[in-house]
């Protein structure tokens, strides 16, 4: 996967943002776009999908004609044996006929960023002028399906929204939302998180998301839900196959920012300072060729500590064979420290949701024992993996 930050500025300010640069209005030339894919496709490392996300930053404040000419620039030369798939991260505010039109042309994948109702949403997603960003963003869900174009929402969860899946369900439906992610509250950056901190977190995440998951399932309406659906097929795979984490693997993503500058491991490093590790600056695409970036991510005390980290998981952790070691980013401003384990965020993100589908797998398992036959091992799977 590759990050590319468009540019650092984002024209709302909401107040859990841990982008530090979000004023910065510099913007990646054309010639740095052109650079990245062009020792990027040379390098041979491209797999046979690049997914490419166009984030960090809100990327709908540049001009719709900026990506059709980077967009076009990749294309053209793009091996016949790799494919581009573009993303968009945003949030929602400033979607145009014309945003419309773009994001079917080049079929990108669009996530827009919507916490909930008016009263949850506004809360925190905020103009520079403290006004609430609602009414925008449902104009551009609007105009989204209108025109036929087909988007994901990602919404962050806090104390309102965690006590009431009944009605982020009835907002998702109202909106005609039919694939939905969820992030909850983090601490990330300069921001610092009242809900990480308090106890319960991980009975509130574990009862919204099962009641969500049951209410979305009965209303047929809800085709995706991230943190059930893509967790689904990690927990039930063949043994042989291993769990990749490519926030571990160094360049497996490659983080870009509007200067050419490139990370790797977690996006949101793309930013970050620390006294021990710097600016976790890997190289830079104008500069450096893959090959010394490449060497740069192996011979880093951040792929040292990042390692030992995953490392001290594969021992200590019984999630580990489908989480892989977790978020690099979040060990380190959880913990202090990349080279540990246990995190609010593996709560989160891989221990509440692998419970609650393996909770699920045992009733089915039960019902089939009391009720009807059993059957074999790896029919009962894949019959568990379809039925939850
Ligand atoms: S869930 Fe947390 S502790 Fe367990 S493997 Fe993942 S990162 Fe490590």
Redesign the pocket.
């Given at each position: 996967m590759v990050v590319v930050q468009p540019t650092p500025f984002c024209n709302i300010d909401c107040s859990y943002c841990y982008l530090p640069s979000r004023h910065d209005k510099r913007v990646i030339a054309q010639e740095t776009v052109a650079t990245l894919f062009e020792k990027l496709f040379a390098s041979g490392w491209a797999r046979p999908e690049v997914t490419v996300v166009w984030h960090a930053g809100e990327p709908m404040v540049l001009p719709v004609a900026f990506y059709d000419q980077a967009f076009a620039a990749i294309e053209a030369m793009r091996p016949a044996h790799v494919r581009i798939k573009h993303a968009f991260q945003t949030n929602g505010t400033l979607i145009t006929p014309a945003w419309c039109d773009f994001v079917k042309k080049w079929d990108v994948g669009l996530g827009v960023s919507v916490d909930g109702p008016r009263a949850i949403h506004d809360a925190n997603r905020k103009t520079r002028s403290g006004k609430g960003t609602f009414d925008r963003v449902m104009a551009g869900l609007k105009l989204l399906r209108e025109h036929g174009v087909r988007f994901h929402v990602i919404s962050v969860l806090g104390r309102q929204s965690l006590a009431d899946p009944r009605g982020m369900l009835d907002f998702y439906l109202d909106q005609g939302v039919d694939h939905v992610c969820f992030n909850v509250e983090e601490s990330e950056g300069d921001h610092v998180s009242d809900l990480f901190a308090a106890g319960d977190l991980r009975a509130r995440f574990q009862d919204f998301l099962g009641a969500f998951w049951h209410l979305a399932r009965a209303s047929g309406k809800i085709h995706f839900l991230r943190e059930i659906d893509t967790m689904i097929p990690r927990i039930f795979r063949p043994s042989e196959i291993d769990m990749r984490n490519p926030q571990v693997e160094p360049l497996a993503m490659l983080n870009v920012d509007c200067l050419g500058n490139v990370s790797s491991f977690s996006p949101e490093l793309l930013g970050y300072q620390s006294q021990e590790y710097g600016n976790f600056l890997l190289g830079n695409v104008n500069t450096d060729t893959f090959r010394q970036i490449r060497d740069a991510a192996y011979g880093s005390a951040l792929y040292r500590d990042i390692s030992t980290g995953v490392a001290a998981?594969r021992q200590?952790?019984d999630?580990?064979s489908i989480?892989?070691?977790?978020?690099p980013v979040n060990?380190l401003s959880e913990n202090g420290s990349f080279a540990t384990?246990?995190?609010a965020y593996?709560t989160l993100t891989?221990?509440v949701a692998t419970d609650l589908i393996l909770d699920s797998f045992d009733r089915l398992e039960r019902s089939w024992t009391e009720g009807a036959p059993t059957p074999p091992p790896a029919a009962a799977q894949r019959g568990a993996a379809a039925a939850v």
């Open positions: 998981c200590s952790c999630y580990f989480c892989g070691g977790g978020a060990k384990t246990r995190t593996c891989q221990i």
